[in-house]
Every structure is written in structure tokens, then in C-alpha cells.
């Protein structure tokens, strides 16, 4: 079986080299691993039934313990386990967040499924089957790899049995090294367990790259589309094929439109949870010592440094007058204002052959969203990569 790359190579899909080279679903061990709804439902409710017990659990302990340290004016101890609650809670929080993306990218890609394209060729519908993969293999690296650690992570501190708590705590566990015989243990699987959530972070970002393959596949499939219109027929002046490229026309509209929307989705969701979760990362690498919290950090900069490879499809510069010929028997395009005659009201007042070539130069020069270099990646404005145009349809006259 070829490739995802070379699948989509082979049906006129460019991808960037940074998909082609890397292969971002390396976990390809779970590609077809599909489980049945009812146990994938009940996993993911237990998960988040499980965190937010431990949540709660743990809370309702802290303030109990925050009150009788206050009560006994034990103000010292107040001051050291108030940093450790500050850490538990938001080390809880950042997992609460990655669940919480994980499902709203999921809930989405659900939506973006019920969009489908006026079309018979079954090739192209496997080509979006193939990315949706892509996008269920993500979420899932980040439940199987994380769930033993986790487990790991909150079972080992329960062994101590000079701690003087009941509830565990999964993050930062305060016992002293010279009383606990199982200090060395409880530190290690607490770094240990800390790079599946890493990895959960970089799978959760990485599903933001396959959803621009989603949407470069879908702007592709639309230019396609629009090719096609009027070419069924040599009688273009006829009645009943006018009323039939309009028809096409304005089914090519509301699906651009829906692309550009569910685009618009996609980037306010990892804008507004990755702006947070890195809040929370600051304020956690300030209430407490370097270790390896700090070296969470470093890492993940790493990888988004990394794995930040600029991702842009082929663009034709909107603000510059082009002069192209599109074919030899179709239509010459000279000297036209791009900006003026595609994104302004002048569009609707056109014949079908005109609004047929500005279509598709709007398809072909659409702008989808870069992946920057540097930690704060999905924490730029949308009007800066993706100019969100919703073009209006109206019969000429």
C-alpha cells in the first residue's frame, strides 16, 4: 500500500517536504486500529470521570490541609505546601486542557466530515478518509501512551507510608528524602510520566497539521471542481447549461465559504488553549525550583522549534496585477485588480466564464495558516495568515 504522501502525490495533492521527509504519523502502528464506539465512549468517559475525581479529591484535601495549618498557625509549612498546591493545580489544569482540545478536535473533525463535495469519484473522497486518519491517530497516541504512565505516576506515591496524606499527590508529592525509603522511585516516575503529556502536547499539535492537509486536499478538490464547470458541454450558450454552471458556481461558493470557516475554527482552538496551557507552563516553572519542570520546558521549545517548519500552499500575490493565460481557447486575463474584482460586490454582476476564472484564482491564491517557528506557535492573530473572505452568490442581473 503506498504512502499517504505518494497517495496524495499520485491524485495531485502537494504536500510541504516537511510531511513528505518526516512522516508525521510515525505511530503508524495505530492507523487502522479502530475501536468500537461503546468502549472508545466509555474510556474517554471514565478518563475524564477518573480527572476529575483526582481533582476534587485533591483539592478538597489541600484546603482542608491549607485551614489546619492556618488554624495551628504553622505558617511555615502554610508557605512551603502552598507552593506545591500551586503546582499540583496547575499541572492539573494543563492536563484538564489537553483533554479538553483533544475532544474539540475531535467534535470538529467530526463537523468537517458532514461537509462533502458535489462529486462521483470515489479517489477523492479517499483521499480525505485518509487524512481524517491521520487525525484519529493523534488523539489516540496521546490515551495509550499516557494512560500507563499516569497510573504509574499516581500509584507509586500511595507506597510511601510515611507521608502524612491520604490522597496522593501526583505531581509534586512533599515527603523528605531522608524519611521516605521510596523518594528515588516516586521521582523517577514522576519525570518518567511527565513526557507522555509532552507527547500528548506535540500529537495534539501535530493533528493541527493534518488538518491543513485536510484543507489543502479540500481547496485542491474545489479547484478542481471549478475546472470542470462548463466543460461538459460544447453548447455553453445554451439556456439549460448556463442555469447549470450557475448552480455549480454557487455550490462552489458556499463549499469555500465552509472551508474558510471550518479553517477559522480550527485556528481559534489551538489559538486560545495553547496561549493558556503556556500561561500555566510560566507560572508552574515560577513556583518552583528548576529540575526537571525546567527541562520540560527547554523540551518542548525543542520540538516546536523543530517540528515548526513552515507550511504554506503556493500563492498568488493578491495585491499584484497578473497577466496569465489560463488556455488557449478559454479566456486571456490581463490586467485586472484581483483584490477589486474577486473579494468586491463587482463578482456577482459578472458572466459565469468571468466568475469561473475568478474562483478558481481565489481558490489557488487562498492563503491556509503557517506554522511559525518558535514556542508561541498557534499564538498568532488570524487575520495574519489567512485572509477569511466570505464571498456572497447572486445570479448576474
Known amino acids: 500500500m503506498p504512502s499517504f504522501s505518494e497517495f496524495c502525490k499520485s491524485h495531485g495533492i502537494h504536500l510541504h517536504p516537511f510531511f513528505v521527509n518526516r512522516q508525521v504519523y510515525f505511530a503508524a502502528g495505530l492507523w487502522y486500529w479502530k475501536p468500537r464506539s461503546f468502549w472508545k465512549s466509555a474510556f474517554y ?33 502554610l508557605a512551603k505546601d502552598s507552593c506545591s498546591i500551586t503546582v ?37 473522497e479517499m483521499i480525505w478518509n485518509r487524512a481524517s486518519n491521520m487525525i484519529h ?13 499516569v497510573f504509574c505516576w ?15 499527590y501526583p505531581v509534586v508529592y512533599p515527603v523528605d528524602p531522608y524519611e521516605s525509603p521510596h523518594f528515588e522511585i516516586i521521582y523517577f516516575f514522576q519525570s518518567v510520566a511527565l513526557f507522555p503529556f509532552l507527547f500528548g502536547i506535540i500529537s495534539v499539535d501535530l493533528s493541527y497539521c493534518s488538518y491543513v492537509i485536510v484543507i489543502i486536499a479540500q481547496l485542491e478538490l474545489l479547484g478542481s471542481d471549478i475546472r470542470k464547470i462548463g466543460t461538459d458541454s460544447p453548447l455553453s450558450g445554451n439556456g439549460e447549461n448556463v442555469s447549470r454552471e450557475q448552480e455549480a458556481l454557487k455550490r462552489a461558493v458556499i463549499f469555500h465559504n465552509e472551508i474558510l470557516r471550518q479553517l477559522k475554527k480550527i485556528h481559534e482552538i489551538h489559538h486560545d488553549i495553547f496561549c493558556v496551557q503556556m500561561s500555566l507552563t510560566a507560572v508552574e516553572l515560577a513556583f518552583r ?10 523540551f518542548d521549545a525543542w520540538v516546536q522549534c523543530y517540528w515548526g517548519s513552515q507550511l504554506q500552499e503556493k500563492v498568488i500575490p493578491v495585491k499584484r496585477r497578473p497577466q496569465m493565460q489560463f488556455s488557449t481557447d478559454f479566456f486571456h486575463f490581463q490586467g485586472y485588480d484581483l483584490v477589486k474584482d474577486i473579494y468586491d460586490s463587482q463578482w456577482v454582476d459578472m458572466d459565469n466564464k468571468m466568475k469561473k476564472m475568478f474562483m478558481f484564482m481565489m481558490v ?15 499564538a498568532l492573530p488570524l487575520y495574519q495568515d489567512v485572509s477569511l473572505i466570505y464571498t456572497p452568490y447572486m445570479h448576474p442581473g
Open 289 to 298: 525550583d528548576c529540575g526537571y519542570n525546567f527541562g520540560s520546558i527547554l
Open 154 to 168: 499516581i500509584f507509586f506515591p500511595t507506597l510511601d507510608q510515611t507521608a502524612k496524606r491520604m490522597v496522593p
Open 137 to 149: 491517530t493523534m488523539t489516540k497516541i496521546f490515551y495509550i501512551l499516557g494512560g500507563p504512565c
Open 45 to 77: 468517559s471514565f478518563y475524564r470521570s477518573f480527572v476529575f475525581i483526582l481533582v476534587t479529591a485533591t483539592a478538597v484535601d489541600q484546603i482542608l490541609d491549607v485551614y489546619l495549618l492556618v488554624k495551628t498557625e504553622n505558617l511555615r509549612q
Open 88 to 124: 499540583t493545580m496547575m499541572v492539573f489544569i494543563k492536563i484538564y486542557l489537553m483533554g479538553m482540545r483533544t475532544h474539540k478536535i475531535e467534535e470538529l473533525e467530526q463537523d468537517m466530515m458532514r461537509v462533502r463535495f458535489s462529486r462521483t469519484n470515489p479517489d477523492d
Open 364 to 378: 489557488n491564491a487562498q492563503r491556509v495558516p503557517k506554522l511559525k517557528n518558535g514556542i508561541l506557535i498557534f
